[in-house]
């Protein structure tokens, strides 16, 4: 089954954020930013590329230098500029509407990919190019946008998502009203597509689509209908992906492992995964390999994606964890993030690396305590923790935080604009592309 958007979709809307108060911007009480509209000149449009507040200063002479730091994550330097204000330009309807195609499609590929799902409803030319195979396979030569964070929740029973773009700061909101009305959930993505899990009726079922395309497709029933723990990993290279399902979320650990192949577009049946006890149902896909965390045998459990095998690693965890998640990074690199510490005052958020030569757990970062304390203000708090691309992400959905962690540049920072919406709300890296097929 496949859902398409119509030639009048609805659009995402952009949610703005504000800069802290270093930046000139607003805070609220807790420290997060909050959201403001943006500001409007009296009735006239202001077709300045600045856009600032204030009388327009038509004197070269006269023109004032602003200071403003460039759009994009972490970035230090700052760049000065003069505002120079430009007359409004007359749009020829008649010039803009005999583009060419080709010439069309290399201005779209240079717009932000949330920007061009808002194109959609423009009319209906610009809605077809958005699914032309010809522009899908220039956008697939373009660099990625960059990471994001996609938020999914459910309004009154609705589906909701929000996407926070990491390289432009801002949120962008996503209507979900295209997927089927299920009881489903957010199993994570993987190269521009996103995977749900839910529960038609007395029947499990699992689905894949593409937000920006708003398209989907529900995959073959497994073999065993029990709700399973999954996971979706995309193959770049063949344009195609895998759903792993390892055993049943209520502890039966008799089932074996199901593995979808989009290419074949079946379930195929392996190992039953030999474990007794799991620490965790969060799993970690890194370097062709799915890792979860295990008591029984303590260590780690690993499956072989491609000879379709688990296998036992006796890497023993930290004294004193609380509570872990295994998080991929690139390079083959795994880490492992938990609380350490039996009370309160004495507890902080560490992050270790698996030495894969040694078998051991190396710690390479701490939390500071002052995000510590503002992440979690109770030694049993909930947290949630995800991962991609050695970004670590922690959402506290009691405090309606989220903190980022570059492992790379040993960055701390706070997300702009405290849009996780509900304590329900779940949490994935999001890598926007026109051109993921769900097929």
């Known amino acids: 089954m496949v859902g398409s958007p119509g030639d009048s979709s609805e659009s995402g809307s952009i949610v703005s954020n504000s800069h802290s108060l270093r930046n000139g911007g607003l805070h609220d009480d807790?420290?997060?930013?909050?959201?403001?509209?943006?500001?409007?000149?009296?009735?006239?449009?202001?077709?300045?590329?600045?856009?600032?507040?204030?009388?327009?200063?038509?004197?070269?002479?006269?023109?004032?230098?602003?200071?403003?730091?460039?759009?994009?994550?972490?970035?230090?330097?700052?760049?000065?500029?003069?505002?120079?204000?430009?007359?409004?330009?007359?749009?020829?309807?008649?010039?803009?509407?005999?583009?060419?195609?080709?010439?069309?499609?290399?201005?779209?590929?240079?717009?932000?990919?949330?920007?061009?799902?808002?194109?959609?409803?423009?009319?209906?030319?610009?809605?077809?190019?958005?699914?032309?195979?010809?522009?899908l396979k220039f956008h697939s030569q373009v660099p990625s946008h960059g990471p994001c964070l996609l938020t999914f929740w459910k309004n009154l029973q609705t589906p909701q998502c929000s996407v926070f773009s990491l390289p432009l700061k801002a949120w962008y909101r996503i209507p979900f009203t295209f997927l089927p009305q299920w009881a489903f959930w957010l199993v994570g993505s993987s190269a521009g597509l996103v995977c749900f899990s839910g529960l038609d009726g007395l029947t499990f079922k699992t689905l894949v689509c593409n937000p920006l395309t708003q398209t989907w497709r529900t995959l073959p029933g497994m073999h065993y209908n029990q709700q399973r723990q999954l996971i979706m990993v995309v193959d770049r290279i063949d344009r195609s992906f895998k759903v792993i399902a390892t055993g049943d979320i209520f502890g039966d650990r008799?089932?074996?492992?199901?593995?979808?192949?989009?290419?074949?577009?079946?379930?195929?049946?392996?190992?039953?995964?030999?474990?007794?006890?799991?620490?965790?149902?969060?799993?970690?896909?890194?370097?062709?390999?799915?890792?979860?965390?295990?008591?029984?045998?303590?260590?780690?459990?690993?499956?072989?994606?491609?000879?379709?095998?688990?296998?036992?690693?006796?890497?023993?965890?930290?004294?004193s964890l609380l509570d872990g998640y295994l998080v991929a990074g690139t390079q083959k690199r795994l880490f492992l993030v938990g609380r350490i510490g039996l009370y309160s005052t004495l507890q902080s958020m560490r992050i270790w690396e698996l030495d894969h030569a040694k078998i051991t757990w190396v710690e390479i970062s701490r939390m500071p305590p002052k995000y510590f304390r503002a992440l979690l203000r109770l030694s049993a708090e909930r947290f949630e923790c995800v991962g991609q691309d050695n970004l670590i992400c922690f959402t506290s959905w009691n405090q309606g935080k989220g903190l980022l962690y570059d492992v790379d540049k040993k960055v701390w920072s706070w997300i702009a604009g405290c849009a996780l919406q509900s304590y329900n709300s779940q949490v994935c890296f999001y890598e926007p592309r026109f051109d993921a097929s769900i097929y």
């Open 30 to 135: 807790d420290g997060c930013p909050r959201q403001v509209s943006p500001i409007r000149i009296g009735g006239s449009r202001n077709t300045s590329p600045i856009g600032c507040v204030g009388s327009r200063n038509t004197s070269p002479s006269r023109q004032k230098v602003i200071k403003t730091k460039p759009r994009g994550l972490d970035e230090e330097t700052v760049a000065t500029f003069g505002k120079v204000v430009h007359p409004d330009v007359q749009m020829e309807d008649n010039i803009w509407a005999m583009l060419p195609e080709d010439l069309l499609n290399e201005i779209l590929l240079r717009v932000p990919p949330f920007m061009i799902f808002r194109l959609r409803s423009v009319c209906k030319r610009w809605n077809s190019i958005l699914q032309d195979s010809c522009f």
């Open 254 to 319: 008799s089932l074996p492992t199901e593995v979808y192949d989009s290419k074949l577009d079946r379930w195929s049946l392996h190992q039953i995964m030999p474990a007794v006890n799991l620490c965790s149902s969060k799993m970690a896909y890194c370097d062709s390999r799915l890792y979860l965390e295990t008591l029984s045998p303590l260590g780690l459990m690993m499956y072989r994606l491609d000879p379709g095998y688990w296998e036992h690693i006796p890497a023993r965890f930290p004294r």
